[in-house]
Nanobody, 120 residues
């Protein structure tokens, strides 16, 4: 299970920090990601972080958003700076989870989403 938090209403140019904590049957996490979905649009990948710490970003957020992780706490963060009205969306966290030593399959865990609204 993933629990996301940190969304809210912010003015253009402002900042927010999203958090996502993974819990439950977790042996290891292969990678964690942030997606977002704006009204009437498809869900899009915003940022990814692998278990080794390598990151990737959508072009629309490069230089403004930073993804980071705390492996010991099974937590991923998304620091969002210089927010724009077009960043308004529901943000979802996602993790690729290995549940046990005996099961090598990776399972996709999703958080419930947190609303980010950028408006003056």
């Amino acid at each position: 299970q993933l629990q996301a938090s940190g969304g809210g209403l912010v003015q253009p140019g402002g900042s927010l920090r999203l958090s996502c904590v993974a819990s439950g049957s977790i042996f290891s996490i292969n990678g964690m990601n942030w997606y977002r979905q704006a009204p009437g649009k498809q869900r899009e990948l915003v940022a990814t972080i692998s278990s080794s710490g390598s990151t990737n970003y959508a072009n629309s957020v490069k230089g403004r958003f930073t993804i980071s992780g705390d492996n010991g706490k099974n937590t991923v963060y998304l620091q969002m700076n210089s927010l724009k009205p077009e960043d308004t969306a529901v943000y979802y966290c996602n993790a690729e989870v290995r549940r046990s030593y005996r099961d090598s399959a990776l399972y996709a865990y999703w958080g419930q989403g947190t609303q980010v609204t950028v408006s003056s």
